[in-house]
């Protein structure tokens, strides 16, 4: 099973910063096959990018990914009031499918 | 525009059984596999289950495997997970999500539409 590990847990920040999230494999994602999720409170999560840097239809420029192999990121540009939610990474290059444990953002 | 809306969920003593089910519209379901992903109280996402668009193959956590069974029918847009031998555990938030193709498998496996999930509690 492929471990996913998201860091920091928690991302305290002002609207208009940079958010830089970390999501680490513990081994090779296949195909770089890396989803990004928005999740805010008592909704359900939405999806930000596939394929580690593909955005979802919809989804602002203002998010991007990038990475390949083990180490991926997640990346906003700059933040508006909407984005502080928790994101989660998750893979799908082998079985099972593997969630990280997310990261919060939230308002500093 | 894609809809996913969940039913089923309740109160179940463990040991119980539930049957859970995800109507969809707005997409031609037999194109597309399904998912179950769960969510316990205040914790983080789990994957559940997957079938493809078929229902020929399906894939399952080995923390459900032999307890839980997912199937779909495809003439009704109904996606079904029936739940046995339900754990305390178990307890969570189920949504349903979508695939963006017809392969369950490994590859393509992100969930590009979710519904809004159904709450299932496993309490004696």
């Known amino acids: 099973e492929i471990v996913l590990t998201q860091s920091p847990g928690t991302l305290s920040l002002s609207p208009g910063e940079r958010a830089t999230l970390s999501c680490r494999a513990s081994q090779s994602v296949s195909n770089n096959y890396l989803a990004w999720y928005q999740q805010k409170p008592g909704q359900a999560p939405r999806l930000l990018i596939h394929?580690?840097?593909s955005r979802a239809t919809g989804i602002p420029d203002r998010f991007s990914g990038s990475g390949s192999g083990t180490d991926f990121t997640l990346t906003i540009s700059r933040l508006e009031p909407e984005d502080f939610a928790v994101y989660y990474c998750?893979?799908?290059?082998?079985?099972?499918?593997?969630f990280g444990r997310g990261t919060k953002v939230e308002i500093k | 525009e894609v809809q996913l809306l969940e039913s089923g969920g309740g109160l179940v003593q463990p040991g119980g059984s539930l049957r859970l089910s995800c109507a969809a519209s707005?997409?031609?379901?037999?194109?597309?596999?399904i998912n179950w992903v769960r969510q316990a109280p205040g914790k983080g996402l789990e994957w559940v289950s997957s079938i493809s668009g078929s229902g020929g193959s399906t894939y399952y956590a080995d923390s459900v495997k032999g307890r839980i069974t997912i199937s779909r029918d495809n003439f009704k847009n109904t996606l079904y997970l029936q739940m046995n031998s339900l754990r305390v555990e178990d307890t969570a938030i189920y949504y349903c999500?979508?695939?963006?193709?017809?392969?369950?498998?490994?590859?393509?496996?992100?969930?590009?539409?979710w519904g809004q999930g159904t709450l299932v509690t496993v309490s004696s």
């Open positions: 707005g997409f031609i379901f037999s194109d597309y596999a």
């Open positions: 394929g580690a840097s």
């Open positions: 998750q893979q799908s290059g082998s079985l099972p499918r593997t």
């Open positions: 999500a979508k695939g963006p193709s017809a392969v369950a498998g490994m590859g393509r496996g992100w969930f590009d539409h």
